[in-house]
């Protein structure tokens, strides 16, 4: 915040970063590990209406598959896990990579040319998640989303006839959504 003001930033970046501060602090303060869910942009969190301006409905209602393997991470884990949190989407695939979401690279010191990388934000899941192997948890950060339907796309068969297995999969399980 004290860079802000020396750069003389706008008062919203200002105000954002001191409501944030502010946050952290009454966490510190209460003994608690996390902070409640804050914005990552902005210090509100932004409603956004479900109708146009003449009033017509534009939420988007018809069924959706969702798409995801190992290599589902950042932004694609983070969609997934809303959509498959709020009942939105069938979820298919292997499980994702739990890689994290707002991911930020530091100096690795005042001496090295090094770099290192590590993630500023917790994504909260709407209800715990029973992952085998982990007690239910609230996060996918480490253990990835399961999908709703397994299937894997990195078998020989798959290879062997350019993905027609997975393929087949994929429509029989949008035609039964």
Do not use: H
Not at 50 to 63: Q, S
Not at 141 to 152: A, C, E, H, L
């Amino acid at each position: 915040m004290t860079s802000a003001r020396r750069a003389n930033a706008e008062q919203w970046i200002i105000d954002s970063y001191q409501y944030l501060l502010d946050q952290v602090k009454a966490a510190l303060k209460e003994n608690r590990a996390r902070t409640g869910a804050l914005p990552l942009c902005g210090y509100d969190f932004p409603t956004s209406s479900f109708f146009d301006a003449k009033g017509v409905k534009t939420l988007y209602t018809k069924p959706i598959l969702t798409l995801v393997d190992n290599f589902t991470l950042s932004a694609g884990e983070s969609l997934t896990m809303v959509l498959q949190d709020n009942r939105r989407a069938t979820v298919m695939g292997t499980t994702t990579d739990g890689g994290g979401g707002n991911v930020v690279s530091f100096d690795a010191g005042g001496y090295a040319e090094g770099t290192t990388r590590m993630t500023m934000g917790l994504l909260v899941r709407l209800n715990p998640v029973a992952v085998d192997g982990f007690p239910a948890i609230r996060y996918y950060d480490g253990v990835g989303i399961q999908p709703d339907i397994y299937q894997d796309y990195m078998t020989m068969e798959n290879f062997d006839t350019d993905g027609a297995v997975f393929w087949d999969a994929a429509l029989s399980a949008l035609r039964g959504l």
